[in-house]
């Protein structure tokens, strides 16, 4: 099964980094020298440095009990040398370090608190993230369907890219579609076009006029919209808006200045040609409507639209990642694949292809007509 995203969050490791040893080392180092030097020279001060070392990957219990043994320690070494455990500095040495075991055992407290509200806060910012980027249905009636995607912002699970399959009363139909810039603005205006087509793609019969109030929605509900302050004049979305019909065996298509799509099949690949229009947010510009192109797609292929993550990932050499060419190279004289298949091998021949890992979201959808069961991809 086909990932739409990724958690944002890691599971915590079990394996325990150097900052973890680091106070072990530090009071192993200090009683090392304490014996090589036998006692000529007080070396227990280095121990005051060891409770802040603690509360970096400890909690409270752990620094106060560190700070004793510490403190504990200091004079049992300063006792080693007779007439020493009562002088004046080392009397001040004691205090200076129950003070930092005090302040220590306060930073971890607030350390741990400050861990749980970020728990708390990924928490919250995964569902509101998964509730605007659904996962895709394996299977839409007689459509077959996967997709992936990944934010280009570490830590995050919705970006600038954007999704979703949905069955309506004029059939499967489908966006994907990319916006111009990253951010807070780009995730708003993700949230206003999937908003608006999960409500419009089940009342507006034409697919433009789909695409029309998709843009519409930018304007009220994207980040330029009620005075919010954002002055980004330049804000757009490319797009593709498809559909397939009930019992039809083509695709029908409004391009709103995103990359065509690509059939996959036995045959190789191949791409459809498209009406290209202005990008949403841009429509005003235009001295036309979009054009509708429908295209026919047969049991066993497999429609693909994709992002420019994926098709402007580069190598080595800054080439771009010739899709066409790889999927044509690949599906040649297979068996009819699967939108998974077709999915996987994008993602895993790109992650081969490109040189560093892109600064950019990635999206993949997979649409197919008549498709029984998942293959297996090689």
Same mark, same amino acid.
């Given at each position: 099964?086909?990932?739409?995203?990724?958690?944002?969050?890691?599971?915590?490791?079990?394996?325990?980094?150097?900052?973890?040893?680091?106070?072990?080392?530090?009071?192993?180092?200090?009683?090392?020298?304490?014996?090589?030097?036998?006692?000529?020279?007080?070396?227990?001060?280095?121990?005051? =440095? +060891?409770?802040?070392?603690?509360?970096?990957? $400890? !909690?409270?219990?752990?620094? *106060?009990?560190?700070? %004793?043994?510490? @403190?504990?320690?200091?004079?049992?070494?300063?006792?080693?040398?007779?007439?020493?455990?009562?002088?004046?500095?080392?009397?001040?040495?004691?205090?200076?370090?129950?003070?930092?075991?005090?302040?220590?055992?306060?930073?971890?407290?607030?350390?741990?608190?400050?861990?749980?509200?970020?728990?708390?806060?990924?928490?919250?910012?995964?569902?509101?993230?998964?509730?605007?980027?659904?996962?895709?249905?394996?299977?839409?009636?007689?459509?077959?369907?996967?997709?992936?995607?990944?934010?280009?912002?570490?830590?995050?699970?919705?970006?600038?890219?954007?999704?979703?399959?949905?069955?309506?009363?004029? =059939? +499967?139909?489908?966006?994907?579609?990319?916006? $111009? !810039?990253?951010?807070?603005? *780009?995730?708003?205006? %993700?949230?206003? @076009?999937?908003?608006?087509?999960?409500?419009?793609?089940?009342?507006?019969?034409?697919?433009?006029?789909?695409?029309?109030?998709?843009?519409?929605?930018?304007?009220?509900?994207?980040?330029?919209?009620?005075?919010?302050?954002?002055?980004?004049?330049?804000?757009?979305?490319?797009?593709?808006?498809?559909?397939?019909?009930?019992?039809?065996?083509?695709?029908?298509?409004?391009?709103?200045?995103?990359?065509?799509?690509?059939?996959?099949?036995?045959?190789?690949?191949?791409?459809?040609?498209?009406?290209?229009?202005?990008?949403?947010?841009?429509?005003?510009?235009?001295?036309?409507?979009?054009?509708?192109? +429908?295209?026919?797609?047969?049991?066993?292929?497999?429609?693909?639209?994709?992002?420019?993550?994926?098709?402007?990932?580069?190598?080595?050499?800054?080439?771009?990642?010739?899709?066409?060419?790889?999927?044509?190279?690949?599906?040649?004289?297979?068996?009819?694949?699967?939108?998974?298949?077709?999915?996987?091998?994008?993602?895993?021949?790109?992650?081969?292809?490109?040189?560093?890992?892109?600064?950019?979201?990635?999206?993949?959808?997979?649409?197919?007509?008549?498709?029984?069961?998942?293959?297996?991809?090689?």
């Amino acid at each position: 099964m086909s990932r739409s995203i990724g958690s944002g969050r890691r599971a915590p490791s079990s394996r325990r980094g150097w900052l973890w040893w680091l106070p072990l080392v530090a009071v192993s180092a200090d009683l090392l020298a304490e014996w090589a030097l036998n006692g000529r020279e007080p070396v227990s001060f280095l121990l005051t =440095g +060891v409770p802040p070392l603690v509360a970096v990957t $400890r !909690g409270p219990r752990v620094t *106060a009990l560190s700070a %004793v043994v510490c @403190v504990g320690l200091q004079v049992f070494m300063a006792s080693l040398r007779p007439g020493h455990i009562g002088e004046q500095h080392h009397v001040a040495l004691y205090g200076a370090s129950v003070l930092i075991g005090i302040v220590s055992t306060m930073l971890a407290a607030q350390r741990e608190r400050a861990d749980r509200n970020l728990v708390r806060a990924d928490l919250v910012a995964e569902a509101v993230q998964r509730t605007m980027l659904r996962p895709v249905p394996q299977r839409i009636g007689l459509v077959a369907a996967a997709a992936f995607y990944s934010a280009g912002e570490g830590g995050t699970l919705v970006g600038g890219d954007l999704y979703d399959v949905c069955a309506t009363p004029f =059939g +499967v139909r489908a966006v994907i579609g990319d916006v $111009r !810039g990253k951010g807070l603005g *780009a995730v708003q205006t %993700v949230a206003a @076009v999937l908003g608006s087509f999960r409500v419009s793609a089940h009342e507006w019969q034409d697919l433009g006029s789909l695409a029309d109030r998709l843009e519409l929605s930018m304007a009220r509900n994207g980040p330029t919209a009620g005075g919010s302050g954002e002055t980004d004049a330049e804000l757009f979305v490319t797009a593709l808006v498809m559909q397939i019909p009930p019992g039809s065996c083509e695709v029908h298509i409004v391009d709103r200045g995103h990359p065509s799509p690509i059939v996959v099949g036995p045959h190789g690949a191949y791409r459809l040609e498209t009406s290209p229009n202005l990008p949403l947010g841009l429509g005003a510009l235009a001295g036309a409507s979009a054009v509708t192109t +429908v295209h026919p797609l047969r049991a066993g292929q497999v429609l693909l639209a994709y992002t420019d993550g994926f098709s402007e990932a580069r190598n080595e050499h800054g080439v771009f990642y010739p899709i066409l060419e790889r999927l044509a190279e690949r599906f040649r004289d297979a068996p009819s694949p699967h939108p998974e298949a077709v999915v996987s091998f994008v993602r895993q021949d790109v992650t081969r292809w490109a040189a560093t890992s892109e600064d950019d979201d990635q999206a993949l959808l997979a649409l197919s007509i008549g498709q029984p069961q998942a293959t297996a991809s090689r």
